[in-house]
């Protein structure tokens, strides 16, 4: 892949959902690219520490929701738009599936509305591969194949957000592109009772508990690690070709959760080992596997983190902040060591 990073010099560039493990690591990027950047994010599922500490980052607290805070940083000017913020992730939106689709569906057409009255250059929708082909595609993965039977409030209005984009590129000719990330790890996701199953299997393993698996082990999922998807990102921001398409950021290889599980201990020398639970009813898919063919023919994609340096590095990054992270773990009372909303992955 070619570097883009000069392309965004002087850019003024908003990333909503900025405190996130992808938005943190992008505003980062952007950042050293010397692009000027304001992250808004309501911290509902991420903390004011994981925002870069920059001169050229400016961080507002507030939701996609309140339009007030839309306003305010709309007036900064930004030419660029990635849209990351979302209420994350299944198994929070089969729970509160109406703050679900406020977020996820009226958030998203919000932005693309001020992002078109403000006539931006581009606006990148972060789409979700785990949430657009439902669970009968056949794999790997590919870009034309959609489909209407989803398991979750949290897939359907990610493919809202996606068909809500296709209509204001469409109508209005905004200059809308569609990632679709799979399985997203790497330092700056926090553990908690709604996310992904790499930090809170990390978490777990390092105080010395089993890690909680709902379902075989056998299931598999296309992890992929958080800095090739800001790569991905970076181009979707300013290349081209990519105006108007859809396309998967992943690392195209599956992993079994069991030997993810075995991994993640062996890595911290937790000795619990693992424990088996029900698989909960939403989660349909026994294998993830994406093809990732057409962005590398849009811009030259190519994952280059091999998986077991990815979960080094992130076990590396939750070491070196350990106290924050054990001070901001979102689990409900008595979440910590319990088995529900574990599974293969949530995203």
């Known amino acids: 892949m070619s570097d883009v990073s000069s392309l965004y010099?002087?850019?003024k560039v908003l990333?909503?959902?900025?405190?996130?493990?992808i938005g943190s690591n992008l505003t980062l990027a952007l950042a050293r690219a010397g692009a000027q950047v304001i992250v808004l994010d309501d911290l509902s599922s991420a903390e004011r520490w994981n925002v870069p500490s920059d001169p050229a980052v400016l961080f507002v607290e507030g939701t996609v929701l309140d339009e007030v805070l839309l306003k305010r940083v709309f007036a900064e000017q930004p030419s660029v738009v990635f849209h990351l913020a979302a209420f994350f992730?299944?198994?929070n939106s089969v729970d509160h599936p109406e703050h679900d689709l406020m977020v996820n569906g009226m958030g998203t057409l919000r932005l693309l509305e001020y992002s078109n009255l403000a006539g931006i250059e581009r606006f990148v929708y972060a789409s979700s591969g785990c949430s657009i082909y439902g669970s009968d595609a056949p794999l790997?993965?590919?870009e034309e194949f959609m489909s209407l039977h989803l398991s979750?409030?949290?897939q359907i209005t990610k493919m809202l957000?996606?068909?809500?984009?296709?209509?204001?590129?469409?109508h209005y000719g905004l200059a809308v592109v569609k990632p679709r990330f799979f399985n997203s790890y790497g330092p700056g996701e926090i553990p908690g009772q709604y996310r992904n199953v790499i930090p809170n299997f990390i978490y777990?393993?390092?105080?010395?508990?089993?890690?909680?698996?709902?379902?075989?082990?056998?299931?598999t999922r296309d992890f992929t690690y958080v800095e090739d998807i800001v790569e991905?990102?970076?181009?979707?921001?300013?290349?081209?070709?990519?105006?108007?398409?859809?396309?998967?950021?992943a690392s195209g290889a599956e992993t079994r959760i069991v030997d993810l599980a075995n991994l993640i201990n062996a890595a911290t020398g937790n000795d619990a080992g693992i424990k088996f639970g029900t698989r909960r009813k939403w989660d349909t898919k026994s294998r993830l596997l994406a093809d990732v063919g057409k962005a590398n023919s849009l811009f030259g994609y190519s994952p280059s983190t091999p998986f077991e340096v990815g979960i080094e590095r992130t076990i590396l990054w939750f070491k070196e902040n350990w106290d924050q992270i054990e001070d901001s773990a979102r689990f409900g009372p008595g979440m910590s060591s319990a088995v529900r909303n574990v599974g293969p992955a949530d995203d």
Request: hydrophobic fraction near 35%.
């Open 161 to 170: 957000g996606e068909l809500y984009c296709n209509f204001f590129h469409d």
């Open 15 to 21: 990333v909503t959902g900025g405190a996130g493990a």
């Open 9 to 11: 010099q002087g850019k």
């Open 140 to 142: 790997p993965l590919t």
């Open 204 to 219: 777990w393993a390092m105080k010395g508990r089993p890690l909680p698996i709902t379902g075989s082990g056998e299931e």
């Open 89 to 91: 992730a299944n198994q």
């Open 232 to 249: 991905g990102l970076m181009h979707a921001g300013v290349d081209g070709n990519v105006i108007g398409q859809e396309f998967n950021l």
């Open 152 to 154: 979750t409030p949290y």
